[in-house]
């Protein structure tokens, strides 16, 4: 048995831009609710959100039966929880806070068996098909999908020297942390924080590094899209439920007041 290929990792080499929801809500039901939506991906959060290697593995499994590709963001440049996530399945991963290349080394080794990085051995995990994955030591390193997160200034200023290393495969632009980075949070869309993000875009997709972006904004989604992201996800499970909660009990209770 050969792994299916990883379709996130073949759009972004070929050039195809991906529009992508986030999800937080920790929840295979409303995994399960977004995914026929059909976004081309949707990154499962484990940083911001009380998901777990269980909620994760659920969600994983939804998702395998729809086109969306998953993503997961594990809480921390953490190689114990990496080998965690890449033996539930996990094929694409968003480490968060890089801040050097030898940070962005220590992501990429976390995904490689030995003598080329630092990941555990499991035979009969979900990842291998329960052991029917033919050599997959070997397919997997074709298969994973390593995005490193900047989200400093000082990051930012480096980020060519990160997406240089070697199995680095796209880089993300965090705008709230860069906001915060920079005095200014709560301001993510700042004019501040994207004259510091735009230049390193600028350079990375001269040099055809992928790149991409979380906002919560559909407009500025669609300029980071026309600015030359690969893959940008322009919203979120919670934020989408608690503005239509709002939105409906509003125009219900302004009906009946008036």
């Known amino acids: 048995m050969k792994l299916k290929r990883n379709g996130f990792k073949a759009g972004l080499a070929n050039g195809t831009q991906q529009i992508g929801l986030w999800m937080s809500m920790a929840s295979n039901v409303s995994t399960e609710v977004i995914a026929p939506s059909g976004y081309d991906w949707a990154l499962i959060d484990m940083e911001h959100s009380p998901n777990d290697l269980a909620s994760v593995l659920a969600q994983l499994q939804v998702l395998a039966a729809y086109p969306t590709s998953a993503l997961v963001r594990p809480a921390w440049n953490d190689p114990v929880m990496v080998k965690g996530l890449l033996d539930l399945g ?19 080794a976390a995904t490689r068996y030995p003598p080329d990085g630092i990941r555990g051995v499991a035979g009969s995990t979900r990842a291998t098909r329960f052991g ?24 930012v200023a480096r980020a060519e020297e990160i997406a240089a290393v070697d199995g680095v495969d796209a880089v993300f632009f965090g705008p709230a942390d860069i906001a915060a980075d920079i005095g200014k949070v709560g301001q993510p869309l700042s004019n501040d924080v994207w004259d510091i993000i ?12 992928p ?46 007041e008036q």
Do not use: W
Not at 137 to 146: F, G, T
Not at 220 to 236: D, E, H, P, T
């Open 132 to 155: 029917r994955v033919e050599n997959y030591a070997k397919q997997c390193e074709q298969d994973i999908c390593v995005i490193v997160q900047l989200e400093t200034a000082a990051a």
């Open 198 to 209: 735009s230049p390193a875009v600028t350079k990375l997709v001269k040099q055809e590094v």
């Open 211 to 256: 790149v991409g972006s979380f906002v919560l904004d559909a407009n500025f989604s669609i300029q980071l899209f026309q600015q030359g992201f690969s893959f940008v996800a322009c919203g979120m499970d919670t934020s989408l439920l608690a503005k239509a909660s709002d939105a409906l009990l509003s125009k219900v209770r302004n009906a009946i």
């Open 90 to 108: 996990a094929r694409g991963l968003i480490f968060p806070m890089i801040q050097t290349p030898e940070e962005a080394a220590l992501a990429v």
